[in-house]
Nanobody
Framework: VQLQASGGGLVQAGGSLTLSCAASGSIYAINRMGWYRQAPGKQRELVARVSSGGSTDYADSVKGRFTVSRDNAKNTVSLEMNVLKPEDTAVYFC?????????????????WGKGTQVTVSS
């Protein structure tokens, strides 16, 4: 199973970016999907996540500016980021809890994608 993220880049403060992440492989089902970020010298933190049923959680710092969504048919999760601030600068990581097919059984594991850099200039 792999998570492939895309969409990072450089943007001016007040601008917008959308991150996308696609899960692929021997997937039986996906539980939660979401995004974390890690700024230099800081711990990785939750940005936003969405359950298989569509319930969402957001970090207080991004509420009202970021929107997380998923397409269950395509095994993708997206993060629309608006009104970006310099403090949003970080490496963003896609994360998913996935039931993986293993022979005649399924196994649940936590998966991470490679990070994508988001840089917001002031």
């Amino acid at each position: 199973v792999q998570l492939q993220a895309s969409g990072g880049g450089l943007v001016q403060a007040g601008g917008s970016l959308t991150l996308s992440c696609a899960a692929s492989g021997s997937i039986y089902a996906i539980n939660r999907m979401g995004w974390y970020r890690q700024a230099p010298g800081k711990q990785r933190e939750l940005v936003a996540r969405v359950s298989s049923g569509g319930s969402t959680d957001y970090a207080d710092s991004v509420k009202g500016r970021f929107t997380v969504s998923r397409d269950n048919a395509k095994n993708t999760v997206s993060l629309e980021m608006n009104v970006l601030k310099p403090e949003d600068t970080a490496v963003y990581f896609c994360n998913a809890g996935i039931w993986v097919v293993t022979g005649t059984d399924q196994r649940f594991s936590d998966y991470w994608g490679k990070g994508t850099q988001v840089t917001v200039s002031s």
